[in-house]
T-cell receptor, first 117, second 116 residues
Framework: KNQVEQSPQSLIILEGKNCTLQ??????????LRWYKQDTGRGPVSLTI?????NTKSNGRYTATLDADTKQSSLHITASQLSDSASYIC????????????????FGKGTHLIIQP | GAGVSQSPSNKVTEKGKDVELRCDPI?????LYWYRQSLGQGLEFLIY????????KSGLPSDRFSAERTGGSVSTLTIQRTQQEDSAVYLC??????????????FGEGSWLTVV
């Protein structure tokens, strides 16, 4: 069964500090991995997408890494800001076209990040 | 439209009543998804449409839930005889094509349903 596990479940850090969120998956065959940011009361917004051949991708202060061999991804946030407070969701897609069931998407439960001033 | 539009944004209903939630996807997006998110929980897949057909409805939690999509565009999620455990945010999302091909899913802001 495809699974996506995220850690930590929640995290509190001071404004200006860095943090790293983890995502481990067992999805196979792997197609791509996305990180989404979900502000409280809002829908998730895509931060980055990682394909099999990509190891690192940056989007401003957000840097995602992917190790397809160990099936791990991380999202690093640099110089955190209060607006970074949100849930960060890891979503993994598999390659099986026509699989059904959400078009092969497996969602993690998210990491709830709180930035304190 | 510019983004995925959902209505109503908030709905309070009495237990036992039927509710209908609407999703207007981004123009041209063939894939449409419905998810449910309870307070503090992860996203729970409900149903996925490719065009007007739903390849898999197995995520719908009970036969009180149904969804349809017409004209390859607007979709409605209907909950009959609502129960308190149906209280959640119902998120709709759409994508240009299959996500396994690298397409991004774009989410709406959700419909907040409270059953009292």
């Amino acid at each position: 069964k495809n699974q996506v596990e995220q850690s930590p479940q929640s995290l509190i850090i001071l404004e200006g500090k860095n943090c790293t969120l983890q995502c481990n998956y067992t999805v196979s065959p792997f197609s791509n991995l996305r990180w989404y940011k979900q502000d409280t009361g809002r829908g998730p917004v895509s931060l980055t997408i990682m394909t099999f051949s990509e190891n690192t991708k940056s989007n401003g202060r957000y840097t995602a890494t992917l190790d397809a061999d160990t099936k791990q991804s991380s999202l690093h946030i640099t110089a955190s800001q209060l607006s970074d407070s949100a849930s960060y969701i890891c979503v993994v897609s598999d390659l099986l076209v026509g699989r059904g069931g959400a078009d092969g998407l497996t969602f993690g439960k998210g990491t709830h990040l709180i930035i304190q001033p | 439209g510019a983004g995925v539009s959902q209505s109503p944004s908030n709905k309070v209903t009495e237990k036992g009543k039927d509710v209908e939630l609407r999703c207007d996807p981004i123009s041209g997006h063939t894939a449409l998804y419905w998810y449910r998110q309870s307070l503090g929980q992860g996203l729970e897949f409900l149903i996925y449409f490719q065009g007007n057909s739903a390849p898999d409805k197995s995520g719908l939690p009970s036969d009180r839930f149904s969804a349809e999509r017409t004209g390859g565009s607007v979709s409605t999620l209907t909950i009959q005889r609502t129960q308190q455990e149906d209280s959640a945010v119902y998120l709709c999302a759409s994508s240009l094509g299959r996500v396994s091909s690298g397409n991004t899913i774009y989410f709406g802001e959700g419909s907040w349903l409270t059953v009292v």
